[in-house]
């Protein structure tokens, strides 16, 4: 039976991962899945590993609170000892957080296979620490699974059809996650009584370029109090936002709500008129959920939502903000393309990873 450690550690983590442990299961692969706690409070964790049915975590690292450097270091320390007794045959790792270098850093330095799921997304913006982690990911890992024409394409242009790596297509687990859980969203949530508004858009501020520019921040709250005038604004807050926002003494006039489990998440999503977000998930799930967005940064990853109209970058600027919405709020798409493989990305993932 093939051994495979996966190495999770923020919320989007805990979702991707809910896919492939599912099909993990159906195809007799042993998982033992390292928690390195990144992501630690009940609301950004626990809920997520209860909802989704994530199997019981092997090991849990408790690193969160520090530094990039600090934290990715004590990561690595702790995934290798792991990686020593354990002995896997891979280590699956996802997305672009300090939790996915470090996992696949750990593996590598071993002669351990690493495989990166959502691998070859760039968004050509190197002072994000995600796009560091993603291309150091990229380069160390063996088995890449790609959810996009355009993140094959960034991999080809970096030259990796001369390296010893398996490039793979297969979609965006991220779909699979959003069709697999929407009915049980359905019975489950009840968030849509509770905010009680008939109306209403969904936005989500956490990405490190909003929060830690005082100027972006403020920007980015007058622009959505702004649009609250019109449509009432509903924010799921992020941790470090909320306190980012109490340091600097700003009140938002919008609806703040604690960061909601991922049930309430698609309820949200479903329920809203259009999404605001600086988020890389919540870009897709919009798509999902057959939303338009208006992203609250310079680039995305996603490049085909914006090549097909349904996502508009605005950055901070509070008057491409206006617009976009203008624009936006009165469209309406068909959302049927096919851009993310249509749920089944996870399986296919599964099928290599159990073969390779
Ligand atoms: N999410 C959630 N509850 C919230 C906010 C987000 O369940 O209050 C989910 C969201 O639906 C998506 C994931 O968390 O699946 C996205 O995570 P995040 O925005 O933190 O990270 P990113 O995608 O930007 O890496």
């Given at each position: 039976m093939k051994k495979i450690i996966t190495v999770v550690g923020a919320r989007p983590q805990f979702i991707k991962a809910a896919t492939l442990s599912r099909q993990f299961q159906l195809l007799g692969i042993e998982e033992i899945i390292i928690h390195t706690g990144q992501h630690f409070d009940v609301n950004m964790s626990d809920v997520f590993f209860e909802e989704m049915e994530i199997p019981k975590l092997a090991y849990r690292l408790d690193i969160h609170g520090l530094t990039h450097g600090a934290m990715t270091g004590r990561m690595l320390e702790g995934i290798e000892s792991i990686l020593l007794k354990e002995k896997p045959d891979g280590v699956m790792v996802f997305g672009d957080t300090n939790s996915t270098l470090a996992g696949a850093l750990a593996a590598s330095k071993l002669h351990i296979p690493v495989i990166h799921v959502e691998?070859?997304?760039?968004?050509?913006?190197?002072?994000m620490p995600e796009e560091i982690n993603r291309i150091l990911t990229d380069r160390i890992s063996n088995l890449l699974f790609c959810p996009t024409n355009a993140a094959v394409n960034n991999l080809l242009r970096e030259g990796f059809e001369t390296m010893p790596v398996k490039i793979i297509k297969?979609?965006?687990v991220m779909q699979d996650a959003a069709m697999y859980y929407a009915e049980k969203a359905e019975k489950k949530s009840d968030i849509i009584k509770q905010i009680a508004l008939p109306k209403f858009v969904l936005a989500t501020i956490h990405r490190q370029e909003n929060t830690d520019s005082p100027k972006n921040l403020k920007n980015i709250i007058a622009g959505l109090n702004e649009i609250n005038l019109q449509i009432p604004v509903v924010v799921p807050i992020h941790p470090r936002t909320r306190n980012i926002l109490s340091q600097m003494n700003i009140v938002p006039e919008f609806k703040l709500i604690d960061p909601v489990g991922y049930f309430d998440m698609i309820m949200l999503l479903k329920s809203c008129e259009l999404v605001i977000t600086d988020s890389g998930g919540v870009q897709k799930e919009a798509f999902f959920f057959g939303k338009h967005c208006i992203t609250l940064r310079e680039q995305t990853e996603w490049v085909e939502l914006v090549e097909n109209g349904f996502n508009i970058l605005v950055g901070s600027d509070v008057e491409k903000l206006q617009n976009a919405f203008r624009i936006l709020n009165l469209k309406t798409s068909d959302?049927?393309?096919?851009?993310?493989?249509?749920?089944?990305a996870a399986e296919g993932a599964a099928r290599e990873i159990s073969l390779f």
């Open positions: 691998a070859g997304l760039r968004s050509f913006n190197m002072e297969n979609g965006d959302f049927a393309i096919d851009l993310y493989g249509k749920g089944q």
